[in-house]
């Protein structure tokens, strides 16, 4: 079956890819006149977020929790779509550290601001690793265990792969709001799903992509379905791009950039309570994993604790491949205070997921950067892993998805 054809009058294009970044370049061209069609592997939207609600006014997010400090273009598509935030009664900068060597509060803030002031003269371009600028940092040593601890979870990789300048992104230490969307993350994508209408399509992953000129493109599906249009946004991980045949070849250099992007691995343990508990959030430091309860609607505490483990190092401690048995032996005896129902525990993985197979990118470097969201012709990529100082997260992928829109609007 063919599509919508280009008719010459309404410019058309195809969004590989239901995940934020393919939905916001979806709906933002829609908003310009174009008419769109999204086609998606999975059989569901949202990508990596997946939101499942859970008794008692919980939900269960699977992939993307928090919206962090001077994320604002997650916080502005949310408002567009008249969706509310939960405060979550959490914060994700502020973590309780336990099991690693002793320190305490003041030696933490302190190093913390120790950090904040290397970090400040960091040149942006900084070949620096994480762990090379924190191992030059006169701090207390429980406090240097904490920082690392902190920074492997949140980059979801070992420190020496991860840029010093993420330090003071996604693994900075503070006390400002880091809320989530009312009803969970999942919500952003059905709403913007539901202004799509039967434009979407789910459950048939794109196998091509032929540009058939400088208008032009013919995108095909695993059941045989093609659509042409005068524009493409691809918005799948880089991960798993090359399921993709591209016709002619994406440049060597853009293709290098993709296969060059480094991927985070990171798991959560989703466990219901036997009762609501009020908003904490406990850092195991050996293990590289965090654990929080929450509050959602009308800040009322909810009956579920989650927890995120960051890294390679800390899924192979863990045995997350093994189930969720060992890392609920460690939840037991890191939050004896919490009503565990382990029955009704859920183990969130994406290193198995065929559509990712791996967490979220740590950021690339400027030039890498720059080729990754480089347009091919009428073809534009959107994605995390193009957004910059914002890849890895929700942030980037709203982002990139507005800037891809942008790109074909300027044509
Ligand atoms: C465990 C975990 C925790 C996280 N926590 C946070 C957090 O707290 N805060 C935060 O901001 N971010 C977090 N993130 C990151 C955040 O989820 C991602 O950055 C963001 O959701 C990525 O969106 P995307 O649209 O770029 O990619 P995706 O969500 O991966 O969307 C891409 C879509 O493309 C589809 N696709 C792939 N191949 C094809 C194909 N051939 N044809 C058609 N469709 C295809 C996929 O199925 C997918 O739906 C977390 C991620 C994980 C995994």
Redesign the pocket.
């Known amino acids: 079956m063919t599509g919508p054809k280009q008719t010459g009058r309404t410019p058309n294009a195809i969004v ?9 370049a979806a709906i933002s061209l829609q908003r310009e006149g174009w008419e769109v069609e999204v ?4 059989d ?6 997946w939101s499942r609600p859970l008794p008692g006014g919980a939900v269960a ?8 400090p001077g ?1 604002t273009a ?1 916080r502005r598509l949310a408002d567009e779509l008249e969706i509310g935030l939960w405060d979550k009664g959490v914060r ?1 900068g502020r973590r309780e550290p336990r099991g690693g060597l002793y320190t305490d509060r003041a030696s933490l803030d302190s190093a913390v601001e120790t950090l904040d002031r290397a970090l400040a003269g960091l040149r942006p371009d900084s070949p620096l690793s994480a762990a090379e600028l924190i191992s030059t940092l006169a701090i207390d040593a429980g406090a240097r265990d904490v920082l690392l601890a902190r920074a492997e979870i949140s980059a ?1 990789s070992s420190a020496d792969l991860i840029p010093a300048g993420d330090l003071s992104g ?1 693994a900075h230490i503070n006390d400002q709001p ?1 809320p ?1 969307v009312a009803g969970g ?1 999942q919500m952003l ?1 059905h709403a913007m799903a539901s202004r799509l209408g039967e434009r979407l399509t789910l459950g ?4 091509s992509v032929s540009r058939r000129g400088v208008r032009s493109v013919e995108v095909e ?2 059941s045989g379905r093609s659509w042409r249009g005068s524009g493409c946004v691809v ?3 880089a991960s ?2 090359g ?2 045949e591209f016709s002619p070849a994406l440049p060597e250099e853009k293709a290098s950039a993709m296969a060059g992007v480094r991927y985070g691995h ?3 343990l989703l466990v219901p309570l036997a009762e609501p508990a009020p908003p904490s959030a406990v850092l195991n430091v050996p293990q590289r994993y965090w654990c929080w309860t929450e509050t959602g609607a009308e800040d009322l505490p909810v009956p579920l604790v989650s927890c ?1 483990a ?1 890294s390679t190092f800390a899924l192979d401690m863990l045995e997350v491949e093994a189930g969720p048995d060992r890392w609920l032996d460690s939840l037991r005896s890191l939050r004896p205070d919490l009503p565990l129902v382990t029955d009704r525990a859920i183990l ?1 993985t ?1 290193d198995d ?4 197979g ?4 740590v950021s690339p470097p400027a030039d890498q950067a720059e080729l990754l969201r480089a347009p091919v012709g009428p073809i534009a990529f ?6 910059g100082s914002f ?8 982002r ?2 507005r800037a891809a829109a942008g790109q074909l609007l300027r044509g």
């Open positions: 590989i890819g239901a995940g934020l970044a393919g939905l916001t086609v998606e592997a999975r569901r939207v949202g990508g990596r977020t997010e699977m992939g993307a929790e928090f919206i962090l994320n997650v994700y979801a996604v880091s989530g993350n994508s048939d992953p794109v196998v599906s695993a918005s799948v991980p798993v791009i399921r993709i990171a798991a959560k995120f960051g969130s994406w997921d065929p559509w990712m791996a967490a979220y990118s959107a994605g995390e892993h193009t957004a890849s890895g997260l929700m942030e980037g992928a709203v990139s998805g």
